[in-house]
């Protein structure tokens, strides 16, 4: 699975937009772009995943450039809760068997 | 975390202790994993099940036995405790990615280990 490369911390007014990026410049044309958050002392969270296109859900939106190398995950509008570790995980599609690789990620501190 | 349950939530033990990190999935689900956090470091994986009777090693196996004799359950054996081994452990229902479809992994709320 590629290398991810994020900024160890970022911080966020309450209400405003959180745009945490994620560099992957050796993905592969088979691997995904997928974002975790861990909130304190908590299990990691599923936010959003894909492969090229951008994507929205209910949580979130992750924007992912063209050539692949980069992404970008935002928060609309974030607010205390959303205070996290975030981790961006590149593997590749088909069955992973659960081996995901988690690297440092970005601590988001949202403050009011 | 819905359906994966990890008990205890604490524990101390001695070292060169025993004991069983318990991990119940109400999910049917074929895959489990067991994952450990160090502080200020990520998940790295410990064993990992693609379903029953069929285990196999992660990132850092090594100190820790696993066995899935039902889908339901994934316990994690440390035979004998090191302070190496202080840690906190997460069972996790992983992702089951078909190409065309995905399940989010959901992970436990964690077993908090200290090993003296």
């Known amino acids: 699975d590629a290398k991810t490369t994020q900024p160890p911390s970022m911080d966020c007014a309450e209400g405003r937009a959180a745009n945490l990026p994620c560099n992957h410049s050796?993905?592969?044309?088979?691997?995904?772009v997928y974002w975790y958050r861990q909130i304190h002392s908590q299990g990691p969270q599923y936010i959003i995943h894909?492969?090229?296109n951008n994507e929205t859900n209910e949580m979130a939106s992750l924007i992912i450039t063209e050539d692949r190398k980069s992404s970008t995950l935002i928060l609309p509008h974030a607010t205390l809760r959303d205070t996290a570790v975030y981790y961006c995980?590149?593997?590749?599609?088909?069955?992973?068997?659960?081996?995901?690789?988690f690297g440092q990620g970005t601590i988001l501190t949202v403050h009011p | 975390n819905a359906g994966v349950t990890q008990t205890p939530k604490f524990q101390v033990l001695k070292t060169g202790q025993s004991m069983t990190l318990q991990c119940a999935q109400d999910?049917?689900?074929?895959?489990m994993s067991w994952y450990r956090q160090d502080p200020g470091m990520g998940l790295r994986l410990i064993h990992y099940?693609?379903?029953?009777?069929?285990?196999d090693q992660g990132e850092v196996p090594n100190g820790y036995n696993v066995s899935r004799s039902t889908t339901e359950d994934f316990p994690l054996r440390l035979l004998s405790a090191a302070p190496s081994q202080t840690s906190v452990y997460f069972c996790?229902?992983?992702?089951?990615?078909?190409?065309?479809?995905?399940?989010?992994?959901?992970f436990g709320q964690g077993t908090r280990l200290t090993v003296v």
């Open positions: 050796t993905i592969s044309g088979n691997e995904y």
């Open positions: 999910m049917n689900h074929e895959y």
């Open positions: 995980i590149v593997r590749s599609g088909g069955t992973s068997y659960g081996k995901l690789t």
């Open positions: 894909g492969l090229k």
């Open positions: 099940s693609v379903g029953a009777g069929i285990t």
């Open positions: 996790a229902r992983p992702e089951h990615f078909t190409g065309s479809a995905n399940t989010e992994a959901f």
